[in-house]
T-cell receptor, first 113, second 110 residues
Framework: EAGVAQSPRYKIIEKRQSVAFWCNPI?????LYWYQQILGQGPKLLIQ????????DSQLPKDRFSAERLKGVDSTLKIQPAKLEDSAVYLC???????????FGQGTRLTVV | TQLLEQSPQFLSIQEGENLTVYCNSS?????LQWYRQEPGEGPVLLVT?????EVKKLKRLTFQFGDARKDSSLHITAAQPGDTGLYLC??????????FGSGTRLLVRP
């Protein structure tokens, strides 16, 4: 069974630039999560989708971050404009349902200089 | 404010020693999961505990869910270098969000 696919693996951008991350979850998984993980810390939930609807985005900095999950499958996370403090690994995960085991992608390591 | 606090934050031990990692919260969770994460990879699920007081064993790892479903512990017996990694607890609440703890970084020296 194919796992969660994320791209790109690495991205370096200058502050104030824009960036987008892509996630393809495991087939049939209704729930999709985006997490931000700063070095040495646990993942912080940014947004959670159930199919193509947003379940929770309370921790998403909506002035610069946006995410969508069209057709309830693939998802993109965008940052515009980026700040230095956005440097982190962005992890996408999916699960069969809310609260069940989450399967993670390898993440995208973002460096903002 | 971290909803789930893990302790210790960092642990460096010799191969063969035992250790316990704690995950504490003031909130009640419907279930609690433990993950291990290696550098450059996403977290991978080790176990899910659902019932208060539940104990689960996975080879040398023993997981316990507190009676009140607010805390959990992970005990490793005779640690090996292959156990090195970042251990994360994650709680699922009634709103079904999956919230991760602050993490415990374990280093097992040969």
């Amino acid at each position: 069974e194919a796992g969660v696919a994320q791209s790109p693996r690495y991205k370096i951008i200058e502050k104030r630039q824009s960036v987008a991350f892509w996630c393809n979850p495991i087939s049939g998984h209704a729930t999709l999560y985006w997490y931000q993980q700063i070095l040495g810390q646990g993942p912080k939930l940014l947004i959670q989708f159930q199919n193509n609807g947003v379940v929770d985005d309370s921790q998403l900095p909506k002035d610069r971050f946006s995410a969508e999950r069209l057709k309830g499958v693939d998802s993109t996370l965008k940052i515009q404009p980026a700040k230095l403090e956005d440097s982190a690994v962005y992890l996408c995960a999916s699960s069969l349902g809310e609260g069940l085991e989450a399967f993670f992608g390898q993440g995208t390591r973002l460096t903002v200089v | 404010t971290q909803l789930l606090e893990q302790s210790p934050q960092f642990l460096s031990i010799q191969e063969g020693e035992n250790l316990t990692v704690y995950c504490n919260s003031s909130s009640v969770f419907s279930s609690l999961q433990w993950y291990r994460q290696e550098p450059g990879e996403g977290p991978v699920l080790l176990v899910t505990v659902v019932t208060g007081g539940e104990v689960k064993k996975l080879k040398r790892l023993t997981f316990q869910f507190g009676d009140a479903r607010k805390d959990s512990s992970l005990h490793i017996t005779a640690a090996q270098p292959g156990d090195t990694g970042l251990y994360l607890c994650a709680g699922a609440k009634s709103s079904y969000k999956l919230i991760f703890g602050s993490g415990t970084r374990l280093l097992v020296r040969p």
